[in-house]
């Protein structure tokens, strides 16, 4: 079945550096792609729609500035926190789904900043 | 702006017992409704989906339904087993490809 690949799966860094994360469709063309935040015992909450070839669609309250998102190939979306802080660390979900293939989430990535 | 509101948030079912969750939505233009289980640590795993012409589905010990009409929509598993131990959530969206709303999840507890 359609798989979703999600790297790295858990991430630690400094506060101020950078961190990107990426999300690969592994067997089908993601036309869009989605990335998701997850604080522990809630939700996920959309951060931000990714096309491809296109620039991401951000939600309402997500910088885009601090959340880089380039979704260069019809296989490839990366998001990049950019100078991350100890606020930032949480759970990173991407999802993406394709013409004929439905919507699959990547496994994950946790992120924490110190 | 759309919202998916989802009760209850926790639930705590006898083992062979049923369990319903029900979530209502916002925006009269979404026809596509998963639902996701997520274990701990792990991605959501779709398990169930609806599409506004069909007003029930059912797979196994798992069914949906859906009042378009109302804007409500329920996840229903039977014979509730220890390993439905788990977050579920329901989501709304105008299709597939759009942004999906997710609820606020509900944690499923079955007690042997």
């Known amino acids: 079945g359609a798989v979703v690949s999600q790297h790295p799966s858990w991430v630690i860094c400094k506060s101020g550096t950078s961190v990107k994360i990426e999300c690969r469709s592994l067997?089908?063309?993601?036309?869009?792609m989605f990335w998701y935040r997850q604080f522990p015992k809630q939700s996920l909450m959309l951060m931000a729609t990714?096309?491809?070839?296109?620039?991401?669609?951000?939600e309402q309250g997500v910088e885009k500035d601090k959340f880089l998102i380039n979704h260069a190939s019809l296989t490839l979306s990366t998001l990049t926190v950019t100078s991350a802080h100890p606020e930032d660390s949480s759970f990173y979900i991407c999802?993406?789904?394709?013409?004929?293939?439905?919507?699959?989430f990547g496994n994950g990535t946790r992120l924490t900043v110190t | 702006g759309e919202n998916v509101e989802q009760h209850p948030s926790t639930l705590s079912v006898q083992e062979g017992d049923s369990a319903v969750i029900k979530c209502t939505y916002s925006?009269?233009?979404?026809?596509?409704f998963p639902w996701y289980k997520q274990e701990l640590g792990k991605r959501p795993q779709l398990i169930i989906d609806?599409?506004?012409?069909?007003g029930e589905k059912k797979d196994q010990r798992i069914a949906v339904t859906l009042n378009k009409t109302a804007k409500h929509f329920s996840l229903h598993i039977t014979e509730t087993q220890p390993e439905d131990s788990a977050v579920y959530f329901c989501?709304?969206?105008?299709?597939?490809?759009?942004?999906?709303?997710f609820g606020s999840g509900t944690r499923l507890s079955i007690r042997p």
């Open positions: 925006d009269s233009a979404s026809n596509y």
């Open positions: 989501a709304a969206t105008y299709s597939s490809a759009s942004k999906i709303i």
């Open positions: 990714s096309n491809e070839g296109s620039k991401a669609t951000y």
């Open positions: 999802s993406a789904h394709g013409v004929r293939t439905p919507l699959h």
């Open positions: 067997d089908f063309q993601a036309t869009t």
């Open positions: 609806i599409r506004s012409n069909v």
